[in-house]
């Protein structure tokens, strides 16, 4: 507390220059992603695969994958631009205290005075924020899907199921965030400097409550699980569950398929009762034995403790983060440099603080991605003593061809933004020395691409 007590201190002066500072951090993240993004994108004109892949993959089918990862590197720098442009625009045009004066304005007109104070306010700025943000986001969100992913052929939504998927996300946030966000102003009010442990805890409960409603009330809100049905499949997961004595609850299939041709599977569930849920799309393009090496991969992750290791870190990273943010909440100068002269709402102060925070946040998803790369590979080593080597392996290739994933990448692009290894690395780990992966040939030919040789 004394250390906390002391930068406060430190920070709280009339005359720092706070949105200077954070003008510059902003400005500073945005050029070191385009910088790594552009080192990148001259990887993605490269005509030649890597050495491990060039037996595996066709020409034909490298040439998609580059094409479309040019693409998307094409449409980030478009929308990277368009959000720096927002974020200085929202700064410099005093958006956050019109805001917040605007919430108030509306809340004196509208609501009788039983509904009036800081969270009332907080929740009327917080939704209408949000709600200005995702109409901004909406060309972006419009030509990923409808644009770059349609001419790749991975689009599988209908206008009305994209409109409906936002409108719900609205709703869902109204519904869960009124309380949440509630609770948490209560007990910053009430807690004085010691606020961040209650915070903690508070955020703890928060995040087991999501899990246990996720399965019940959020996904069915956007997709359908059925069953798996009996037969080769679901007998070799249960056996592997079996065999791992992993909990598990319930063996789903997704229909993913309605928005996009991409393939997946995971779990999630208290450490109790597990839930295994598996893209129809993987089902549909591979062969059981397959999709159980990809099941074998992931119940590795729980087997390993990857799960509860990256839970505890996850639980120290928010505990940082709610102590550093009590050195923030009542820094005058803070606020008075973005506009709040007369009061500090402690909704602006996080919002402000998330500013400050990310050069360090930069640092922490650089730590993370090389943590997780790590712990990619033991799930794989994990597969490969469970004898599912070769199967993890053409696994691994065809869904690199179904999802014409990025087949190579930058040693610093990859380290700052990929939390998995790229697919030579997986290969050359699993002793991958190459042979007939069933069905491979065929998905060089079926590829979804409606434009293969032609660039955005």
Do not use: C
């Given at each position: 507390?004394y250390?906390?007590?002391k930068?406060?201190?430190?920070?709280?002066?009339?005359?720092f220059?706070w949105?200077?500072?954070?003008?510059?951090?902003?400005?500073?993240?945005?050029?070191?992603?385009?910088?790594?993004s552009?080192?990148?994108?001259?990887?993605l004109?490269?005509?030649k695969?890597?050495?491990?892949?060039e037996?595996e993959?066709?020409?034909?089918?490298?040439?998609?994958?580059?094409?479309?990862?040019?693409?998307?590197?094409?449409?980030?720098?478009?929308?990277?631009?368009?959000?720096?442009?927002?974020?200085?625009?929202?700064?410099?045009?005093?958006?956050?205290?019109?805001?917040?004066?605007?919430?108030?304005?509306?809340l004196?007109?509208?609501?009788p005075s039983?509904?009036q104070?800081e969270?009332?306010?907080?929740l009327?700025?917080?939704?209408?924020?949000?709600?200005?943000?995702?109409?901004?986001?909406?060309?972006?969100?419009?030509?990923?899907?409808?644009?770059?992913?349609?001419?790749?052929?991975?689009?599988?939504?209908?206008?009305?199921?994209w409109?409906?998927?936002?409108l719900?996300?609205?709703?869902?946030?109204?519904?869960?965030?009124?309380?949440?966000?509630?609770?948490?102003?209560?007990?910053?009010?009430?807690s004085?400097?010691?606020?961040?442990?209650?915070l903690?805890?508070?955020?703890?409960f928060?995040?087991?409550?999501?899990i246990?409603i996720?399965?019940?009330?959020?996904?069915?809100?956007?997709?359908?699980?059925?069953?798996?049905?009996?037969?080769?499949?679901?007998?070799?997961?249960?056996s592997?569950?079996?065999?791992?004595e992993?909990?598990?609850?319930e063996?789903?299939?997704?229909?993913?398929?309605?928005?996009?041709?991409?393939s997946?599977?995971?779990f999630y569930?208290?450490?109790?009762?597990?839930h295994?849920?598996?893209y129809?799309t993987?089902?549909e393009?591979?062969?059981?034995?397959?999709?159980?090496?990809?099941?074998?991969?992931?119940?590795?992750h729980?087997?390993l403790?990857?799960?509860?290791?990256?839970?505890a870190?996850?639980?120290?990273?928010?505990?940082?983060?709610?102590?550093?943010?009590?050195?923030f909440?009542?820094?005058?100068?803070?606020?008075?440099?973005?506009g709040?002269h007369?009061?500090?709402?402690?909704?602006?102060?996080?919002?402000?603080f998330?500013?400050?925070l990310?050069?360090?946040?930069?640092?922490v998803?650089?730590?993370?991605?090389?943590l997780?790369?790590?712990?990619?590979?033991?799930?794989?080593?994990?597969?490969?003593?469970l004898g599912?080597s070769?199967?993890?392996?053409?696994?691994?290739?065809?869904?690199?061809?179904q999802?014409?994933?990025?087949?190579?990448?930058d040693?610093?692009y990859?380290s700052?933004?990929?939390s998995?290894?790229?697919?030579?690395?997986?290969?050359?780990?699993?002793?991958?020395t190459?042979?007939n992966?069933t069905g491979?040939?065929?998905?060089?030919?079926?590829?979804?691409?409606?434009?293969?040789?032609r660039?955005?």
């Amino acid at each position: 507390m004394y250390i906390l007590e002391k930068l406060a201190a430190i920070l709280d002066r009339p005359l720092f220059p706070w949105k200077t500072v954070l003008v510059g951090f902003s400005l500073g993240q945005y050029i070191l992603e385009g910088i790594l993004s552009f080192r990148q994108y001259k990887v993605l004109q490269r005509t030649k695969p890597p050495k491990v892949l060039e037996n595996e993959v066709s020409q034909k089918v490298y040439d998609q994958s580059q094409a479309y990862g040019r693409a998307k590197a094409k449409f980030g720098f478009v929308a990277g631009l368009y959000g720096q442009i927002q974020n200085l625009a929202f700064i410099y045009g005093d958006v956050l205290p019109k805001l917040w004066g605007v919430s108030g304005l509306l809340l004196a007109r509208y609501f009788p005075s039983g509904f009036q104070g800081e969270i009332t306010q907080t929740l009327v700025f917080v939704f209408s924020f949000n709600i200005i943000s995702t109409i901004l986001s909406i060309p972006v969100s419009y030509y990923s899907t409808f644009v770059l992913e349609e001419k790749f052929g991975f689009n599988k939504q209908t206008f009305n199921l994209w409109v409906s998927d936002m409108l719900k996300g609205q709703m869902l946030g109204i519904v869960l965030g009124t309380p949440i966000i509630s609770a948490v102003l209560k007990i910053v009010q009430k807690s004085g400097n010691s606020f961040f442990y209650y915070l903690w805890l508070f955020g703890i409960f928060v995040q087991v409550f999501a899990i246990t409603i996720y399965p019940i009330v959020i996904l069915p809100l956007f997709n359908k699980l059925s069953p798996l049905e009996p037969g080769p499949l679901k007998t070799g997961v249960e056996s592997l569950a079996k065999k791992l004595e992993f909990p598990l609850q319930e063996l789903h299939v997704i229909d993913g398929s309605k928005r996009s041709a991409h393939s997946n599977a995971y779990f999630y569930g208290l450490p109790w009762k597990k839930h295994i849920v598996i893209y129809d799309t993987l089902i549909e393009k591979s062969e059981p034995e397959e999709v159980v090496a990809v099941l074998s991969h992931e119940l590795g992750h729980w087997s390993l403790s990857h799960t509860t290791k990256l839970f505890a870190i996850a639980q120290s990273h928010m505990f940082y983060i709610f102590a550093l943010f009590s050195v923030f909440v009542n820094n005058k100068s803070l606020y008075a440099s973005f506009g709040f002269h007369n009061e500090m709402p402690i909704m602006i102060g996080f919002l402000l603080f998330s500013d400050a925070l990310a050069p360090m946040d930069a640092v922490v998803k650089l730590l993370m991605n090389i943590l997780s790369r790590k712990f990619e590979f033991e799930a794989d080593a994990f597969a490969v003593k469970l004898g599912y080597s070769k199967e993890l392996a053409q696994s691994l290739l065809k869904l690199q061809i179904q999802n014409l994933s990025t087949m190579d990448a930058d040693p610093m692009y990859a380290s700052y933004h990929y939390s998995h290894p790229i697919l030579s690395e997986r290969l050359k780990a699993l002793g991958w020395t190459g042979g007939n992966v069933t069905g491979l040939k065929e998905e060089d030919s079926e590829t979804p691409v409606k434009a293969a040789d032609r660039e955005l």
